[in-house]
């Protein structure tokens, strides 16, 4: 770890900043948890409170950049220090992000338990939601104690993301296929798959801010990365 | 602020393409410096890039003062001052017993942490360098001299009215303006500054700072600086010294963003000691 700045003040003011994320990392997992439960037990209260505690993150993202700005006009950072308040205020931004997608999945409760579905979809969200949420664990882990050494397993596992993702779109097309009834549900269902897979990728930008707060290098471009579900068509689905 | 930002783009690269083509003005080949028994500069090894600014950071009694002193031997004024190792100038030794320090300190000058003009005019300030080498054949061309070092030092328009009036009257930006005027009068190749802007308060600051830019088309700059914030604005080039090591040289723009000492990390963002 860093040694302490001549003036303490500066120290607690860079900590505030680095606790503030670690609370908005929490909120913001345990909002995308409990959105999922809900969809899981069609449990419409616990939708609502995911969708007021949104306002909670929206405040901490304010605060995180209220701060930063103000240490930045006061200390005049450098180096380590100056990235890490620019991360800072990206990490945030990308939490806010984490925690607004929660919410978007929160709102689909209501639509998606009008229909029950196949166990093997609610399974599916659930395993997508947990791979998304290890991966965002695993960042802020990173963040908190400054190593790299994880964060490019980090991005591999975002590939995982990605392919259960589009496992998880033809697994809907098909039972939409099967039986218009499901066409509503499985539609919003699809979104919210859609929400967690972007979670995962919010979970990489911030492995990519932690390797530039430490290094101070961009890291190094990876393979191109994405899901394939853009090039899913419906008789595609049929086969598989 | 587009106008700004595409202005800035082209120095960038342009200070990219000058990284490249230029050369070293001064070497400085092991220098160490000797106050009487105690050693002040460990063999330092540091070259001064041409037409660029070379930063000189560190706390304290780190040596860069020091170092900045050997580069136009005002050491020798001190006593029990000895200097070890070689400085050369264009390729020539400046501590050879052949060069004249006169001539040397004309050729490469300084300009002090605290405004220090003679208490004569302003005119007479800016004269007294031309006069003293013969540089002016007229009262004519040493007339020109003086109005062309003084606008080259930002400070004519200011002060064109009232050249006879005494440069001790001027305020602290302005007589720190003044000696870079008087400084530049006798043609200097390479400008030695020490702390110029530590005496001076924002603004005069930062019109001393727009003055190093627009200096260093034509001449080769050193400045010592305690503010690192002066340092990345100003200079191209970075060296940080401690101890009477020096610790790290490179890029301005590395060494404050991604240094690769850890004392370089420490001291630039305030965590020394």
Same mark, same amino acid.
């Given at each position: 770890?860093?040694?302490?700045?001549?003036?303490?003040?500066?120290?607690?003011?860079?900590?505030?900043?680095?606790?503030?994320?670690?609370?908005?990392?929490?909120?913001?997992?345990?909002?995308?948890?409990?959105?999922?439960?809900?969809?899981?037990?069609?449990?419409?209260?616990?939708?609502?409170?995911?969708?007021?505690?949104? &306002?909670? &993150?929206?405040?901490?993202?304010?605060? !995180?950049?209220?701060?930063? !700005?103000?240490? !930045?006009?006061?200390?005049?950072?450098?180096?380590?220090? &100056?990235?890490?308040?620019?991360?800072?205020?990206?990490?945030?931004?990308?939490?806010?992000?984490?925690?607004?997608?929660?919410?978007?999945?929160?709102?689909?409760?209501?639509?998606?338990?009008?229909?029950?579905?196949?166990?093997?979809?609610?399974?599916?969200?659930?395993?997508?939601?947990?791979?998304? &949420?290890?991966?965002?664990?695993?960042?802020?882990?990173?963040?908190?104690?400054?190593?790299?050494?994880?964060?490019?397993?980090?991005?591999?596992?975002?590939?995982?993301?990605? %392919?259960?993702?589009?496992?998880?779109?033809?697994?809907?097309?098909?039972?939409?296929?099967?039986?218009?009834?499901?066409?509503?549900?499985?539609?919003?269902?699809?979104?919210?798959?859609?929400? !967690?897979?972007?979670?995962?990728?919010?979970?990489?930008?911030?492995?990519?801010?932690?390797?530039?707060?430490?290094?101070?290098?961009?890291?190094?471009?990876?393979?191109?990365?994405?899901?394939?579900?853009?090039?899913?068509?419906?008789?595609?689905?049929?086969? %598989? | *602020?587009?106008? *700004?930002?595409?202005?800035?783009?082209?120095?960038?690269?342009?200070?990219?393409?000058?990284?490249?083509?230029?050369?070293?003005?001064?070497?400085?080949?092991?220098?160490? $410096?000797?106050?009487?028994?105690?050693?002040?500069?460990?063999?330092?090894?540091?070259?001064?890039?041409?037409?660029?600014?070379?930063?000189?950071?560190?706390? +304290?009694?780190?040596?860069?003062?020091?170092?900045?002193?050997?580069?136009?031997? *005002?050491?020798?004024?001190?006593?029990?001052?000895?200097?070890?190792?070689?400085?050369?100038?264009?390729?020539?030794?400046?501590?050879?017993?052949?060069?004249?320090?006169?001539?040397?300190?004309?050729?490469?000058?300084?300009?002090?942490?605290?405004?220090?003009?003679?208490?004569?005019?302003?005119?007479?300030?800016?004269?007294?360098?031309?006069?003293?080498?013969?540089?002016?054949?007229?009262?004519?061309?040493?007339?020109?001299?003086?109005?062309? +070092?003084?606008?080259?030092?930002?400070?004519?328009?200011?002060?064109?009215?009232?050249?006879?009036?005494?440069?001790?009257?001027?305020?602290?930006?302005?007589?720190?303006?003044?000696?870079?005027?008087?400084?530049?009068?006798?043609?200097?190749?390479?400008?030695?500054?020490?702390?110029?802007?530590?005496?001076?308060?924002?603004?005069?600051?930062?019109?001393?700072?727009?003055?190093?830019?627009?200096?260093?088309?034509?001449?080769?700059?050193?400045?010592?600086?305690?503010?690192?914030?002066?340092?990345?604005?100003? +200079?191209?080039?970075?060296?940080?010294?401690?101890?009477?090591?020096?610790?790290? $040289?490179?890029?301005?723009?590395?060494?404050?963003?991604?240094?690769?000492?850890?004392?370089?990390?420490?001291?630039?963002?305030?965590?020394?000691?």
């Amino acid at each position: 770890m860093q040694s302490q700045h001549t003036v303490r003040s500066y120290d607690d003011e860079l900590k505030f900043l680095a606790h503030k994320i670690a609370e908005m990392g929490g909120h913001a997992e345990r909002m995308v948890e409990q959105s999922v439960t809900a969809i899981v037990n069609a449990d419409k209260a616990l939708a609502q409170r995911v969708i007021s505690d949104d &306002l909670i &993150l929206d405040a901490c993202e304010r605060e !995180i950049d209220d701060r930063a !700005i103000a240490i !930045i006009a006061k200390r005049q950072p450098m180096a380590v220090d &100056l990235r890490e308040i620019i991360g800072s205020i990206r990490i945030s931004a990308d939490l806010e992000r984490v925690g607004d997608l929660g919410k978007n999945i929160a709102k689909r409760v209501a639509a998606i338990s009008e229909t029950r579905q196949s166990l093997n979809v609610y399974r599916g969200l659930q395993t997508l939601a947990e791979l998304a &949420l290890t991966q965002l664990k695993d960042v802020l882990d990173a963040f908190a104690t400054r190593s790299i050494e994880q964060i490019n397993i980090v991005r591999d596992r975002d590939d995982e993301i990605d %392919a259960m993702y589009t496992s998880l779109f033809r697994e809907l097309l098909t039972y939409m296929m099967e039986d218009p009834r499901n066409i509503s549900a499985c539609t919003h269902l699809l979104f919210c798959a859609k929400n !967690i897979e972007r979670i995962g990728d919010h979970a990489t930008n911030i492995a990519e801010t932690v390797y530039y707060i430490v290094t101070g290098q961009q890291m190094p471009p990876d393979r191109p990365k994405e899901d394939l579900s853009h090039g899913i068509v419906v008789d595609e689905a049929r086969q %598989a | *602020m587009n106008l *700004m930002t595409e202005r800035s783009l082209e120095k960038a690269v342009g200070d990219k393409m000058n990284a490249v083509a230029s050369t070293n003005k001064m070497k400085g080949d092991k220098v160490s $410096v000797f106050y009487g028994a105690k050693q002040a500069l460990f063999d330092v090894d540091l070259d001064i890039p041409e037409k660029m600014v070379t930063a000189l950071i560190g706390p +304290s009694g780190c040596g860069k003062s020091t170092f900045l002193r050997s580069l136009n031997r *005002m050491n020798d004024t001190i006593e029990g001052c000895r200097v070890t190792g070689q400085i050369t100038l264009d390729g020539e030794d400046i501590y050879d017993p052949k060069i004249d320090v006169v001539e040397l300190r004309a050729r490469v000058g300084m300009v002090f942490q605290k405004p220090n003009p003679f208490p004569k005019s302003i005119y007479e300030n800016v004269a007294y360098g031309p006069r003293i080498h013969g540089l002016a054949k007229s009262r004519h061309e040493l007339d020109e001299i003086v109005e062309s +070092s003084l606008r080259r030092a930002s400070l004519f328009e200011e002060v064109k009215d009232r050249l006879h009036d005494a440069g001790t009257g001027l305020s602290g930006g302005q007589q720190q303006r003044l000696c870079i005027a008087r400084a530049i009068a006798v043609s200097p190749e390479v400008i030695l500054m020490d702390e110029p802007c530590s005496a001076l308060d924002p603004i005069a600051t930062a019109k001393v700072e727009e003055l190093i830019d627009e200096l260093r088309q034509n001449y080769t700059i050193v400045i010592v600086t305690h503010s690192m914030q002066q340092a990345a604005r100003v +200079s191209q080039k970075t060296a940080m010294f401690h101890l009477g090591n020096l610790v790290e $040289v490179g890029e301005t723009e590395m060494m404050f963003t991604t240094p690769k000492e850890k004392r370089t990390q420490d001291y630039i963002t305030g965590r020394f000691g």
